[in-house]
């Protein structure tokens, strides 16, 4: 398999318009039509993370935190993370980073960690802004050329639904028409009834790929004027974005749920609220998800897993009512999402997971009580 081949994987798996505008997606570093045998996943790209990439002979390496970011003007080998990427060229390995867009995706950062828990998903915390706008199509065509339409249509970018792609739904019919006196008809004759045996086809197509698909229908169809209709569709089911919502198999009480949380992902966990308060939903969201405090807030949920909680936003939270608020660290609440990577590209490669914490917090301490 080539690099261009994984990347496409991924990106069906993590589409990077889902991804924030700021952010930096994709392929950081490595050549699309190099060969890729071994993969090493990771959160970020540390030099342990480069060390054992390279000793592994990777040649690739798939990061949920971009290396590079913003206001990046040099990667001279003389700068800590200039020299990684020096090493990975040497060495042959290349980085893709999925970062917000895995955050969002479906099968993503977020359900990895809701999976982990042991949660049975309801919905996201938050959905896309934009649902993406869908034009339906209606198309008829004589139906020997149907085939051959539909084609061009699809390879203009209609017919694609969720995972699924050359959607289209058909029935032939009859169509007919009366030339009139001063017509001058390909088919029929002048005064009389005239049928044809037509296709109807329909499709649906994403609003922004409208003058393709329409320059596409144009070039492949037999009629000097095609037959089409095109009908704005309303937002369906709105597109999922950060973070998700959950139940967990039996209520469990605060403390025995920070618990669990620590335990499952094998990283410290710390809870803010009443320790005995009974937990039944949940909501999470991998890494620092402060910003989605006040959409929890309304969710009715129970409590929330993150990472990367404050202090003060922490104590107003509470004190408005609030869930309770589980602080499982930043790495630990994404770690899981490496395991889905994993097991996304092992039919194809061979899949490590770097283990090791790539949390920068590495000693933990607590009072003499706590031990
Ligand atoms: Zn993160």
């Not at 190099?34 to 342990?48: G, L, M, S, Y």
């Not at 499709?203 to 095609?226: K, Q």
Request: hydrophobic share 45%; aromatic share 6%; with cysteine.
């Amino acid at each position: 398999m080539n690099l261009a081949e994984v990347i496409e994987t991924l990106d069906r798996a993590y589409p990077p318009r889902l991804a924030e505008g700021w952010d930096s997606v994709g392929l950081v570093c490595g050549d699309p039509a190099a060969e890729v045998e071994r993969v090493v996943v990771c959160v970020d790209v540390t030099a342990d993370v480069v060390d054992a990439a390279l000793a592994r002979g990777a040649q690739l390496i798939i990061a949920h935190h971009p290396l590079l970011l913003r206001g990046v003007d040099t990667v001279a080998a003389s700068t800590p993370k200039g020299a990684l990427i020096h090493r990975l060229i040497r060495g042959g390995c290349a980085l893709f980073t999925a970062h917000t867009n895995a955050d969002r995706a479906r099968g993503g950062v977020n359900d990895a960690l809701a999976a982990a828990l042991g949660l049975t998903v309801t919905g996201p915390v938050e959905y896309l802004d934009t649902p993406l706008p869908l034009d339906r199509w209606g198309v008829m065509v004589p139906p020997a050329q149907a085939d051959e339409v539909l084609a061009a249509m699809f390879e203009a970018g209609a017919g694609e639904v969720g995972e699924y792609s050359e959607c289209a739904w058909r029935v032939d019919g009859a169509g007919q028409f009366r030339p009139g006196a001063s017509a001058d008809p390909a088919i029929g004759t002048t005064g009389e009834l005239t049928r044809v045996t037509e296709t109807r086809a329909e499709l649906v197509a994403a609003r922004s790929r409208r003058s393709e698909v329409l320059a596409a229908l144009r070039a492949a169809h037999p009629y000097e004027e095609p037959a089409h209709d095109v009908i704005e569709l309303v937002g369906g089911d709105r597109e999922w974005g950060l973070g998700r919502v959950g139940s967990v198999p039996e209520p469990i009480s605060l403390a025995a749920f920070t618990e669990h949380v620590a335990s499952v992902l094998g990283a410290p966990a710390r809870a803010a609220g009443d320790p005995d308060a009974l937990i039944r939903t949940v909501a999470v969201c991998g890494g620092a998800g402060d910003s989605l405090l006040g959409v929890v807030a309304r969710l009715g949920v129970d409590a929330y897993v993150t990472g990367d909680l404050r202090h003060h936003p922490v104590d107003e939270h509470l004190r408005a009512g609030g869930p309770a608020l589980i602080d499982a660290g930043h790495w630990g609440t994404e770690f899981p999402w490496c395991g889905a990577v994993a097991e996304l590209l092992w039919p194809f490669l061979d899949v490590a997971v770097h283990e090791p914490p790539t949390d920068p917090f590495t000693v933990r301490a607590a009072p003499e009580a706590d031990a």
